[in-house]
């Protein structure tokens, strides 16, 4: 079987950190059987090569010079930029749909699985007429929040997409409802995962530290400002510190917060980190929180692949009762949930486990039971595999 996968953008050379999940998943899909190709857009002038074994075509959409409306930041935050970055998704929709039909037409492919269907669904279109295949389309929800939060004119570009999909898939139970409310319909919800080959040992300290860990790029919709305070709010006594790891937009803002507030010199802001230094910051802390809001967008947590990677270590975890973090955090069994944006919320849970390290233990436990049962990567291939057979059967 040969399946085609529409993405915005696709890791440029080795170490580009660019949806490192969407690789996995192609290579397994890959070691499973399934001839995965990718079609993505160049990034000044980039031309096709081929990825960990899989072949990866670029289409040219303008000048060299500007042809950087994605990879490094969402297209979206890229067109506030300028007149000129406004204008660039028509030119790349145009030049994404001449490549798609040219290489449906080439190629032939059994199944065209489309990422991230805002714009992409175009291309789709495209590529299944030419190549007389079936479409899969994947909803990661963020595309879902923007038409809803400023781009509202979409929505039928959006329904028309659902409707013309031979299978609709989410990432998580909260994305399929916002789905279906848009185009009532039937809706599978297939997460992704990161790569998980075995559990992760804990290392726990020997400072009389409580070490709070958060991973993931600072962004508003993630709410480390709110974990800052929260960290503000805990008694002395747990002598508690933040350690936050990853960069953004929000660092500078976080910084100031921690400065507000009297707790600079008990948060530490790492930055991005390797993977060997990122496995030992899970491996030691006490617990690992999500702190995710709605942000002004309207745009909120998707999945939180971030509350996997600690869980699989079996740290005990706190998230927010949002978007797709429901489906990982189940609350009092694999990790405790709070409301989004209470802070008073967020420290009496921190507190709980911080004065419960029995109870935090347990967590940590059943946590890590749930991802390697639930969020397995021979799991959610097998889950994919089922849908392509369908899809392709269906259409014979």
Known sequence: MRVLHITTAFPREAGDVITPWLVELLKRLRASGVECEVLTSAYKGSPDQT???????????????????????????????????????FFFVGGGVLAAWRLGRRERY????????????????????????????????????????????LRGFLRWAIRRSDAVVAISSYTAREVEALQ????????????????GVRRPRNDGAFEILFVGR?????????????????????????????????????????????????????GRQPDEALRE????TDVFVLPAIVDSRGDTEGLGVVLLEAMNFGVPVIGSASGGIVDIVLDEETGLLVPPGDVAALAAALERLA??????????????????EKF???????RWMAVYSRVSGARR
């Open 355 to 372: 004065r419960d390290p029995s109870f935090a233990r347990r967590l940590g436990e059943s946590g890590q039971r749930f991802v390697a």
């Open 218 to 270: 600072l962004v508003e919709r993630k709410g480390v400002v709110n974990l800052v305070d929260a960290l503000a709010a805990l008694p002395d006594s747990l002598n508690a510190r933040l350690v936050v790891i990853g960069d953004g937009p929000e660092t500078e803002r976080i910084r100031s917060r921690a400065a507000e507030r009297g707790v600079a010199g008990r948060v530490e802001l790492r």
């Open 110 to 153: 059994d199944v065209v699985h489309v990422h991230w269907p805002l714009p992409l669904a175009a291309l789709g279109w495209a590529a299944s007429r030419a190549a007389r295949a079936p479409t899969v389309t994947l909803f990661y929800g963020v595309e879902l929040r923007w038409v809803a939060s400023g781009m509202r004119a």
């Open 376 to 382: 397995s990567w021979a799991a959610i291939v097998e």
């Open 51 to 89: 990825f960990d074994g899989i072949p990866v075509h670029r289409f040219r959409y303008f000048a060299r010079r500007w042809e950087n409306l994605t990879h490094e930041e969402t297209a979206p935050d890229r067109m506030r930029k300028s007149l000129l970055y406004k204008l660039l998704p």
């Open 184 to 199: 009532p319909g039937p809706v599978e919800v297939i997460p992704y995962t990161f790569e998980l080959s075995a559990p």
């Open 281 to 284: 910051a899970y491996a030691s």
